[in-house]
């Protein structure tokens, strides 16, 4: 099988319209990424996914969906506005700028390839300023945030009251985040805009070790069941120098990328720093209340802390698969059918209105339920050829036999196997498979 590399998919990706660059037709921001209609389900799929995981099958765990703009205050008390840096260095010769801890030779400037002109590094703060209202002041200055976690601490009062929680539980939340990014790049994989999926973990502090095994574990198992290669997936412990400010253990679910291991999810044992800082800066007591010990105490903190658009980018990496096939080569992208754009083509033998007829009426019957694709384009075999690079499982076929035996070709994705199914059975035939 040939290589994946990075081009590969992201031209699959510009071709077939899952993912377009922000301002593409101003020449491009490079930071920042439109999701088109193939892309906007995929990263729909990937967070629904991620929804029913961590949400709607757990007894113990609830959803959020906080603000993007919060008081300055919150990132005061988070530590982000002191801390959230990352070491910034330029180069006198090109003047291009990197970030130090990413450099390959820290003496040598990897754009113009020029050693000894890089400047001593600075701190860059990473997130990303605008402000409030008509005036550009220092009191008006907020920060798009850099994470959706500061959204559940902040919130972790109103929902434990009001939804009558009891240790442990969680809340998760999935949504936009930005960090100025010195370096974006790789494609969708570091962006200065992207989504998060995130879910905070409130334990007693002596469970804390222990739900971190377990959540270690369900994430990596999550990327598996959804098709992922476990030969691709590993977990990585953070070392002491790699720890966030927040964090007293961290471990990464790491991916094999088309450039080498590199990070997917952050898992990290947060203890309870946000819940006193914020004690500490709004003055509001977020200790819990145990009414069976009648003790008062900070929970700790278990985060699972996933990217949405960098999990997309993963799914997508490790489903594509190039095949030859009777001495021809095809490209099949073979995602979880939970995860892919379309469910089911329908793809009517030829233009005639005899067979689009019939495909229309089915193609709206099954769009109910699935996503549809109805493609009347083109040679059947070019089309097969396009759902299998978009990664739709089934293809329906509707043929001049039709008209006779009231019956369509179903063609499985990634066996090519055929079977005729009566039209009246089409859903039922995918219901047993798609769920
Ligand atoms: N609340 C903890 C937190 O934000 P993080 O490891 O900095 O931890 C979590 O971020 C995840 O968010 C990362 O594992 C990654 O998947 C995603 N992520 C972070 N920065 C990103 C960026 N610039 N572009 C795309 N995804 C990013």
């Given at each position: 099988m040939a290589e994946v590399t990075l081009d590969t998919i992201s031209n699959l990706a510009k071709r077939r319209g899952f993912v377009f660059q922000s301002s593409e037709i101003y020449g491009g921001l490079r930071s920042a990424y439109d999701y088109g209609p193939l892309g906007a389900e995929l990263l729909r799929n990937v967070k629904a996914e991620w929804w029913h995981t961590m949400v709607q099958i757990r007894p113990d765990v609830v959803g959020l969906d906080s603000a993007i703009i919060q008081a300055r205050q919150v990132w005061q008390a988070s530590g982000h506005e002191e801390v959230f840096t990352d070491p910034m260095v330029e180069c006198r010769n090109c003047n291009s700028r990197h970030r130090l801890d990413k450099l390959e030779d820290p003496s040598q400037c990897p754009t113009c390839g020029v050693r000894g002109e890089l400047?001593?590094?600075r701190n860059f703060n990473l997130m990303l300023r605008?402000?409030?209202?008509?005036?550009?002041s220092e009191e008006n200055l907020v920060y798009l945030r850099p994470e959706t976690a500061q959204g559940i601490f902040i919130n972790y009062e109103s929902i434990r009251r009001t939804n009558r929680l009891k240790l442990p539980f969680g809340i998760a939340q999935i949504g936009k985040a930005f960090r100025n990014e010195i370096t974006p790049g790789q494609f969708v994989f570091r962006t200065r805009e992207f989504e998060q999926m995130e879910m905070e973990f409130f334990c007693r502090p002596e469970e804390a070790d222990q739900w971190f095994e377990y959540w270690r574990e369900h994430r990596f198992q999550w990327y598996v069941d959804l098709g992922i290669d476990p030969e691709n997936l590993r977990l990585r412990a953070h070392e002491n120098d790699e720890l966030s400010h927040y964090s007293a253990g961290t471990a990464d679910v790491e991916y094999r990328f088309p450039w080498g291991w590199d990070e997917l999810e952050g898992l990290a044992n947060r203890t309870d720093f946000d819940l006193r800082q914020h004690t500490e800066h709004a003055g509001e007591d977020l200790r819990y209340f145990d009414q069976e010990s009648d003790e008062r105490f900070f929970p700790y903190v278990i985060e699972p802390a996933a990217g949405a658009t960098r999990a997309m980018f993963a799914f997508m990496i490790d489903a594509y698969t190039e095949e030859m096939v009777n001495d021809e080569s095809r490209v099949v992208l073979k995602l979880d059918h939970r995860l892919a754009p379309y469910k089911v083509?329908?793809?009517?033998?030829?233009?005639?209105?005899?067979?689009?007829?019939?495909?229309e009426k089915l193609a709206e019957s099954l769009r109910r339920r699935w996503m549809v694709e109805l493609d009347v384009t083109q040679s059947i075999g070019r089309r097969y050829r396009r759902q299998d690079e978009i990664g739709t499982p089934w293809c329906v076929t509707v043929d001049f036999d039709t008209l006779e035996d009231n019956a369509v070709t179903v063609r499985d994705r990634d066996t090519m196997d055929q079977d005729r199914v009566s039209i009246d059975g089409v859903e039922d035939y995918l219901a047993a498979r798609l769920g």
């Amino acid at each position: 099988m040939a290589e994946v590399t990075l081009d590969t998919i992201s031209n699959l990706a510009k071709r077939r319209g899952f993912v377009f660059q922000s301002s593409e037709i101003y020449g491009g921001l490079r930071s920042a990424y439109d999701y088109g209609p193939l892309g906007a389900e995929l990263l729909r799929n990937v967070k629904a996914e991620w929804w029913h995981t961590m949400v709607q099958i757990r007894p113990d765990v609830v959803g959020l969906d906080s603000a993007i703009i919060q008081a300055r205050q919150v990132w005061q008390a988070s530590g982000h506005e002191e801390v959230f840096t990352d070491p910034m260095v330029e180069c006198r010769n090109c003047n291009s700028r990197h970030r130090l801890d990413k450099l390959e030779d820290p003496s040598q400037c990897p754009t113009c390839g020029v050693r000894g002109e890089l400047t001593d590094p600075r701190n860059f703060n990473l997130m990303l300023r605008t402000h409030m209202g008509p005036v550009e002041s220092e009191e008006n200055l907020v920060y798009l945030r850099p994470e959706t976690a500061q959204g559940i601490f902040i919130n972790y009062e109103s929902i434990r009251r009001t939804n009558r929680l009891k240790l442990p539980f969680g809340i998760a939340q999935i949504g936009k985040a930005f960090r100025n990014e010195i370096t974006p790049g790789q494609f969708v994989f570091r962006t200065r805009e992207f989504e998060q999926m995130e879910m905070e973990f409130f334990c007693r502090p002596e469970e804390a070790d222990q739900w971190f095994e377990y959540w270690r574990e369900h994430r990596f198992q999550w990327y598996v069941d959804l098709g992922i290669d476990p030969e691709n997936l590993r977990l990585r412990a953070h070392e002491n120098d790699e720890l966030s400010h927040y964090s007293a253990g961290t471990a990464d679910v790491e991916y094999r990328f088309p450039w080498g291991w590199d990070e997917l999810e952050g898992l990290a044992n947060r203890t309870d720093f946000d819940l006193r800082q914020h004690t500490e800066h709004a003055g509001e007591d977020l200790r819990y209340f145990d009414q069976e010990s009648d003790e008062r105490f900070f929970p700790y903190v278990i985060e699972p802390a996933a990217g949405a658009t960098r999990a997309m980018f993963a799914f997508m990496i490790d489903a594509y698969t190039e095949e030859m096939v009777n001495d021809e080569s095809r490209v099949v992208l073979k995602l979880d059918h939970r995860l892919a754009p379309y469910k089911v083509a329908v793809l009517p033998l030829s233009k005639k209105d005899e067979l689009i007829q019939p495909a229309e009426k089915l193609a709206e019957s099954l769009r109910r339920r699935w996503m549809v694709e109805l493609d009347v384009t083109q040679s059947i075999g070019r089309r097969y050829r396009r759902q299998d690079e978009i990664g739709t499982p089934w293809c329906v076929t509707v043929d001049f036999d039709t008209l006779e035996d009231n019956a369509v070709t179903v063609r499985d994705r990634d066996t090519m196997d055929q079977d005729r199914v009566s039209i009246d059975g089409v859903e039922d035939y995918l219901a047993a498979r798609l769920g």
